[in-house]
């Protein structure tokens, strides 16, 4: 009697230790969820998400949150984007094995709860087609997410729909704090439209906004030389100033452009000189110097001198 006593004694103890670790690892596992959703470093979300998942196998949250994360680190930015879509630009190995991880996790989860990230991964992946199906799914649930927007656009895109993507891209610019590079994606399509006074006025929007990325600062000021609108071709360039009283490379050659304009050769050289003097990646990097400031000296044999 006092056996069986013990035995089902011992039984009720290892049962109760066995519901209090059970209590404790779904604990931990919800208070290192909680961190990890307030986590802003990436890595250290994986990080603490892994462990949540270490804590409890079936914490389906926890895989769709690490598997966002993972895509956040694979993601380029949106004018790299583009680029995949127009140029056919791949994503670098490191993306790919984060878009790859994203995959992964989300088959932990059921199909209704990932159509948003299922969809990047197909997207990142170029399986366009199902991305398209997946990212409409999700828009049609969540019609304001932002992410669901801006890659149901893209998705738009592929399938050169300019105008279902420019119609998102907007929608997209009143919920997200994206607006320089959305809105600069909106001038390209309507470029590409052939829309040239839509495409104009959003370029001069981001100027307007403090647009500070060198290179499209570049390729914004050859743009309004282009269409001789020489107030924001000179705030296009005045803006690649690191201080507002000191002459950068990029103003010196605007000078030397403004003379060239004038036909006083002998100033445009001699800016073309102090500009080379001061040096910078317009003479080290061939593509950056901007030979579209200098028509009419394409064939000059001493304006070939300057070139990188």
């Not at 304009?261 to 100033?267: A, F, I, R, T």
Request: proline share 2%; with cysteine.
């Amino acid at each position: 009697m006092k056996l069986k006593k013990t035995i089902f004694l011992t039984l009720i103890v290892a049962v109760a230790i066995v519901l209090i670790a059970i209590f404790w690892t779904k604990k931990s596992a919800k208070n290192y969820f909680e961190r990890a959703q307030s986590e802003q470093n990436l890595e250290k979300k994986i990080k603490l998400l892994t462990k949540v998942i270490s804590f409890d196998k079936d914490f389906k949250q926890a895989y769709l949150l690490r598997a966002d994360t993972y895509l956040k680190l694979a993601s380029p930015d949106y004018g790299d984007i583009f680029g995949i879509i127009c140029c056919g630009k791949k994503l670098s190995y490191l993306q790919e094995r984060y878009v790859q991880k994203a995959a992964i996790d989300l088959e932990k989860i059921e199909q209704g709860e990932k159509d948003l990230e299922m969809g990047q991964v197909h997207f990142f992946m170029q399986n366009y087609s199902k991305a398209f199906v997946m990212l409409n799914r999700a828009l049609k649930k969540t019609p304001k997410y932002f992410d669901a927007i801006l890659f149901t656009g893209f998705a738009h895109m592929t399938l050169k729909d300019y105008n279902a993507t420019i119609k998102l891209f907007e929608k997209a610019l009143d919920l997200g704090s994206d607006k320089i590079e959305i809105r600069l994606m909106i001038a390209r399509l309507h470029e590409m439209k052939g829309e040239i006074d839509s495409a104009m006025e959003h370029y001069r929007y981001v100027i307007d906004l403090g647009l500070d990325d060198p290179d499209e600062l570049y390729s914004l000021s050859g743009i309004f030389i282009l269409r001789k609108d020489f107030n924001y071709a000179q705030k296009a360039i005045n803006t690649l100033n690191e201080a507002p009283d000191n002459k950068s490379t990029a103003q010196i050659l605007y000078a030397a452009y403004y003379w060239n304009k004038d036909g006083d050769k002998k100033k445009t050289f001699s800016y073309l000189e102090e500009a080379k003097n001061i040096g910078g990646r317009e003479f080290d990097i061939p593509e950056t110097f901007p030979v579209w400031l200098f028509k009419g000296l394409e064939n000059n044999a001493e304006f070939k001198n300057y070139l990188p």
